[in-house]
């Protein structure tokens, strides 16, 4: 079975890679590239924890722009306030970074929307810190307007289609012919390469199923219904193996 995934690999160490690999022969694609920015900005308001009642975190690129823009490690003050993360491998990203994380197993933006607004109504006006990407969805930010609790955005990077993901789709396909699976990630990684797995299987994915990671990813799918697309319910290896080896086991 052969099963893309298209996200860069973390190395020998990668998860998804380790797990999906007792079922089939996995390849990682690389479809986003992250150009960082506001490096002083993000700087500035991690060196004042006081002036914030908490972090939110929607991406491991949002924390790992924190870790880019410090040069003295995190202030000691960030373990008494709450790090809201969405997604289990951005909340142990920040928690490497001194974070106490909290929200790991929300799964998506509007889980861990409610979770802040059930605990921020319960301490002070001071604002929450959101250090997030150019193409952030606007669920969150809604959610906590809506609730009157107050924050402060700063875009830490913004997301671009990964120059060699055309070249190595086309290339895969040539040499391997269709995947069975090909799991997306993210919108973005719908909307940056998708067009390009359409021209290289000549439209044909009749052999090939399409996983999305969340009910986000899957969403972005909505003006293609042509497309048969299987949800993995949560951000991780394990649903991702989980999800996969029941349309296996179905087909």
């Keep these: 079975m052969k099963i893309v995934l298209m996200r860069a690999s973390t190395g020998c160490n990668d998860e998804y890679v380790n797990t999906l ?8 694609i690389p479809v986003l590239s992250f150009n960082f920015c506001n ?11 006081d002036s914030w009642s908490g972090i939110i975190f929607t991406s491991k690129r949002s924390v790992e722009a924190v ?6 490690p995190l202030s000691e003050l960030w373990a008494s306030k709450p790090c809201y993360a969405v997604g289990e491998s951005t909340a142990k990203m ?7 994380s909290k929200g790991g197993n929300s799964g998506n933006a509007q889980v861990l929307a409610e979770l802040i607004v059930q605990e921020q ?16 969805r606007e669920t969150l930010p809604s959610v906590l307007t809506c609730n009157e609790i107050p924050f402060h955005t700063i875009t830490a990077y913004e997301t671009v289609k990964n120059p060699v993901v055309d070249e190595a789709v086309q ?36 052999a090939t ?28 290896p394990e649903s991702l193996f989980k999800i996969i080896k029941a349309n296996c086991e179905s087909s």
């Excluded at 490096?39 to 924890?49: E, F, W």
């Excluded at 870790?67 to 003295?72: F, I, K």
């Excluded at 396909?173 to 797995?197: A, K, L, M, Q, Y």
């Design 209 to 236: 199923k399409i996983v999305a990671i969340g009910e986000t990813t899957a969403h972005s799918f909505a003006s293609q219904p042509d497309i048969s697309v299987v949800t993995a319910e949560r951000p991780n």
């Design 121 to 136: 109504k319960l301490v002070n006006n001071q604002p929450l810190l959101f250090i997030c990407g150019q193409l952030k």
């Design 67 to 72: 870790q880019l823009s410090l040069d003295t």
């Design 39 to 49: 490096c002083d900005l993000i700087k500035d308001a991690i060196s004042a924890p």
């Design 171 to 206: 290339s895969y396909v040539e040499v391997n012919g269709s995947p069975d699976f090909i799991t997306f990630f993210s919108p973005s990684g719908h909307r940056f390469c998708f067009n390009t797995w359409q021209s290289a299987l000549k439209g044909d994915f009749s």
């Design 94 to 100: 920040a928690e490497n970074l001194g974070f106490i």
């Design 21 to 28: 690999n007792k079922i089939g022969d996995v390849t990682s």
